[in-house]
């Protein structure tokens, strides 16, 4: 894949950003998520009666001599969480549309920048077959995240994938310490709400990313078609079809996914999980900046 949207540029325009957390956070000490628990900071959050046992260079000893009682300090918390990014290398996902392929690698790209800017543990999942290959271990800090981009806008994409096996079978997925997003079309036949009810389990913040190319959201074709999946095995599977399309076939597929959009976005928010779909037509930064701001995950 030739194409790409990584640059200084794009990366300087996050610089000011970070990721966001909706609920507590059970991670790693020392990155820059406040959490409900206290800890070590220098940051103030409240006081406390002594208990037996605490540690006594906490007592505020001005507070003793007003009221001849024990009270603790209180400082808020800090972690650092594990983001985990599982990018679709299906062959829908940019075998014969370099431009989407390069536009969910920039999505993906900006996350991890955004977990690295903030001391957060970074791993890249690519998803391929039943297998989710973690080629760059786990990425703490720029330096790391921008080895990895010098060699991630070489990814093919090719044949297909089962995201359940994939995200299900990984075997870094901690549990309550972090962020975990999808990027991929979805349109698979592995049962990817499976995968998502693990992470659900899991206690992860799920993001479910779908990227679309702007022939997949309102295609033009017209007349007699031979139609060849990217994900087939070969001219002869029975994925590729020859057909005549027409008005009527153009208005049962958007029917068709509609319907498909409506069910995933039913189905995330039963689930509490967020669902961004968006077209690679449609400027990378407006989706950084819109829609990943009215989710909340992005701030």
């Known amino acids: 894949m030739k194409i790409t949207n990584l640059n200084d540029a794009f990366f300087s325009r996050l610089e000011a950003m970070s990721l966001n957390l909706k609920a507590n956070l059970a991670g790693y000490f020392g990155g820059k998520h406040l959490v409900k628990t206290y800890g070590q900071t220098v940051e103030f959050a409240d006081f406390r009666e002594y208990q037996f046992g605490d540690d006594i260079r906490r007592i505020d000893w001005n507070l003793f001599s007003r009221f001849e009682k024990y009270f603790l300090r209180l400082f808020t918390d800090e972690r650092q969480m594990q983001v985990q990014i599982f990018l679709d290398l299906s062959g829908s996902m940019g075998k014969d549309d370099p431009q989407k392929g390069a536009y969910a690698v920039s999505a993906a790209a900006a996350l991890g920048f955004l977990a690295v800017q903030n001391m957060d543990k970074l791993t890249f999942q690519l998803m391929r077959g039943k297998?989710?290959?973690?080629?760059?271990?786990?990425?703490?800090?720029?330096?790391?995240?921008?080895?990895?981009?010098?060699?991630?806008?070489?990814?093919?994409?090719?044949?297909?994938?089962?995201?359940?096996?994939?995200?299900?079978?990984?075997?870094?997925?901690?549990?309550n310490n972090g962020i975990t997003v999808i990027v991929s079309d979805?349109?698979?036949?592995?049962?990817?709400?499976?995968?998502?009810?693990?992470?659900?389990?899991?206690?992860?913040?799920?993001?479910?990313?779908?990227?679309?190319?702007?022939?997949?959201?309102?295609?033009?074709?017209?007349?007699?078609?031979?139609?060849?999946?990217?994900?087939?095995?070969?001219?002869?599977?029975?994925?590729?079809?020859?057909?005549?399309?027409?008005?009527?076939?153009?208005?049962?597929?958007?029917?068709?996914?509609?319907?498909?959009?409506?069910?995933?976005?039913?189905?995330?928010?039963?689930?509490?999980?967020?669902?961004?779909?968006?077209?690679?037509?449609?400027?990378?930064?407006?989706?950084?900046?819109?829609?990943?701001?009215?989710?909340?995950?992005?701030s």
Not at 134 to 142: H, L, M, S
Not at 152 to 172: K, S
Not at 211 to 238: C, F, K, N, Q, W
Request: glycine share 6%.
């Open 131 to 175: 297998v989710a290959e973690n080629p760059f271990g786990t990425i703490v800090g720029k330096n790391a995240f921008f080895r990895a981009m010098s060699t991630i806008t070489e990814l093919d994409f090719d044949d297909d994938i089962d995201l359940e096996a994939c995200i299900t079978g990984c075997p870094t997925t901690g549990d």
């Open 186 to 298: 979805f349109f698979t036949e592995s049962n990817w709400k499976k995968a998502v009810d693990y992470l659900c389990f899991k206690k992860r913040q799920v993001l479910l990313l779908q990227v679309l190319s702007p022939e997949e959201i309102d295609p033009s074709y017209d007349g007699r078609m031979h139609l060849l999946d990217s994900e087939a095995s070969g001219l002869d599977d029975e994925k590729n079809m020859k057909l005549r399309i027409n008005s009527a076939m153009q208005k049962a597929y958007e029917e068709a996914l509609r319907d498909y959009l409506g069910e995933i976005r039913d189905y995330t928010v039963r689930r509490g999980v967020d669902f961004i779909s968006v077209s690679s037509a449609t400027p990378i930064e407006r989706v950084l900046f819109g829609e990943f701001l009215k989710t909340g995950i992005m």
